[in-house]
């Protein structure tokens, strides 16, 4: 009953959140204690409610109290730990159905802290110990506690298993190999692990290879949506521009047309009235000449007839009646005529250019990822024939094969003088440059080859580091040896593995230059990811020995 009782007095020393010895103790309103931190932690989480409780009663605080440190029980519960009476059993100590229990405890079990490999059991604190002090127990292999222990046990000889069948593939103890397992190819399990541990390695860098590989097209394809949208917004508002352009040229013809016509039917209507004028004057002369001939005849008296007959001046001739033409009358109605032909052709050239402005948009190419690896079947859509330059070629490069080998000789070949040639180091470019999806192979032999792309603009006199393919901030070329490969831009080198044909894939708008080892799988050696600013050229250098050779595959 005493020791319940101490039990009981220990747990109000105790904060009922982190259920361990209360540090930093604050008391509540409700009367409640715990650590600072957890019922700060606690309350942290409320804080979107505003609303803020006791973890034990559920009495809720508003506004958010604050903490004061409770110096009594923070003076009581450090004399509780100075004098190690939170030692004392108490529940959270004891092992629950889902912690590994202490094998050697009677009674009510406490929690396991380690379990051996070799006993093979599972310790708490104090029965652990030895385990610590006993010399032939520190070679004891401790882990974090396992409740699988009982699976390193071998159900037939109850032995531990320390050994590793290769034949059966599995964990044996001593006395299998004496039975069952005799004969068969048997190594310890810790030099097994080691093997394994060597292939886990291997394994780790090639998930890690990938990781780079897929967080790099992470990059690209992140890069790309932003491509995507600032050249989407910039052709929308491109074509914007342009359209409205259009229509004010429209207007601006519809204006000048209308005012063409209301200036012309001002001309014309002028020029009718005038003649409407002229035509009523006339008018107006004939009817006094025709009443003043009407008066003559009514005239009874023959002599005063012929007096005055001579005094009539004669009918002159119309001046104005030659300049009005009977014709079918049509005024503007051609000019209406003239502007639905252009109302037509626009149609025609609208239907036709957008029939070519919709295509463009749907052929709008998006990097989504590199061909396919494992295959060349990705690889082949984007092949490019390429041919070297004769006029780029180092006097010791020798070409053949419609000039895409390319063999180191002793003796210097005889080409032309010509400014594009390399004139120390054994280098050539290729003829055709190279933008775009662009993919193509070289094939290897000899001591070494350099397979490589540069701008147009590399230095081709001298010795200096502007002119080796690699070496300067205008090429990137792997080099390639018997024993391994160098990857080389501005000097920095990363070396890689072997291979003896080589596949070179370069995406010129995405900034992607990629080096394979070309088997019956694509192998990625090194992959590129940077701005090409200019178009490329394939180049190769040979180097080492005389009769070293490369050759661009054929691969059509």
């Given at each position: ?151 390193n046990i071998c159900s037939h000889h109850d032995e531990v298993m320390k050994i590793f069948c290769r034949t059966d593939q599995q964990c044996i103890c001593y006395l299998c190999t004496m039975d069952e ?155 209406t005529a003239a502007v639905s032909e252009l109302r037509d052709k626009l149609q025609d050239i609208l239907r036709d250019t957008w029939t070519n402005i919709s295509l463009r948009v749907t052929e709008v190419e998006v990097l989504l990822s590199e061909p396919e690896r494992n295959t060349k079947a990705g690889f082949l859509k984007y092949s490019q024939e390429i041919t070297l330059d ?167």
């Open positions: 009953m005493s020791q319940r009782r101490d039990q009981l007095d220990q747990e109000k020393y105790f904060c009922s959140i982190c259920l361990d010895l209360l540090k930093d103790p604050v008391t509540i309103p409700c009367g409640h204690s715990y650590c600072r931190n957890c019922i700060k932690n606690h309350w942290d989480g409320e804080d979107q409610r505003r609303i803020h409780s006791c973890p034990q009663c559920r009495k809720e605080f508003t506004p958010r109290p604050i903490l004061e440190k409770n110096i009594m029980l923070a003076a009581l519960a450090e004399d509780l730990k100075n004098t190690e009476l939170q030692a004392a059993p108490v529940d959270h100590c004891y092992a629950g159905p889902e912690d590994v229990a202490c094998d050697v405890c009677t009674g009510r079990n406490m929690k396991a802290v380690k379990s051996c490999l070799f006993c093979p059991a599972s310790y708490c604190r104090d029965h652990l110990q030895p385990h610590y002090d006993a010399p032939p127990l520190k070679k004891h292999k401790l882990v974090d506690p396992s409740k699988r222990l009982q699976e397992h005799k004969g068969h190819e048997t190594v310890s399990a810790a030099a097994e692990r080691t093997e394994k541990q060597k292939e886990l390695q291997v394994s780790r860098q090639q998930i890690q290879h990938r990781i780079q590989d897929q967080e790099i097209n992470v990059k690209l394809l992140q890069q790309e949506v932003e491509a995507i949208n600032v050249s989407a917004d910039k052709a929308v508002e491109d074509s914007e521009k342009i359209f409205t352009e259009l229509i004010h040229l429209i207007q601006k013809r519809s204006s000048d047309v209308k005012q063409q016509i209301r200036s012309q039917q001002e001309t014309e209507v002028s020029r009718v009235k005038d003649l409407q004028e002229k035509l009523e004057q006339e008018i107006t002369e004939l009817k006094r000449k025709d009443a003043e001939l009407e008066q003559l005849s009514n005239t009874e008296d023959h002599n005063q007839f012929l007096l005055n007959y001579p005094s009539l001046s004669a009918l002159s001739e119309s001046t104005h009646s030659s300049s009005i033409n009977i014709r079918p009358l049509r005024y503007f109605e051609d000019v004769p006029n780029t070629a180092n006097r010791k490069l020798l070409l053949s094969e419609g000039n895409r080998k390319v063999t180191l000789m002793k003796e210097q070949q005889f080409y032309l003088d010509h400014p594009d040639r390399f004139t120390d180091y054994k280098q050539v470019l290729s003829r055709e440059s190279l933008t775009g999806r662009c993919y193509w192979e070289v094939e290897w032999r000899g001591e070494g080859v350099g397979v490589a792309v540069s701008y147009k603009n590399i230095n081709r006199a001298g010795r200096s580091e502007e002119c080796l393919f690699g070496l300067n901030d205008k090429s990137w070329s792997l080099y390639c040896s018997t024993n391994s490969y160098t990857f080389y831009h501005r000097k920095v080198e990363m070396p890689v593995p072997v291979s003896s044909r080589l596949g070179v894939y370069l995406d010129h708008r995405a900034g992607i230059l990629s080096f394979y080892s070309v088997s019956e799988t694509m192998t990625l050696l090194h992959k590129v990811q940077t701005t090409f600013t200019q178009p490329l050229y394939a180049g190769i250098r040979l180097y080492y020995v005389d009769g070293s050779s490369a050759e661009i595959v054929n691969l059509k």
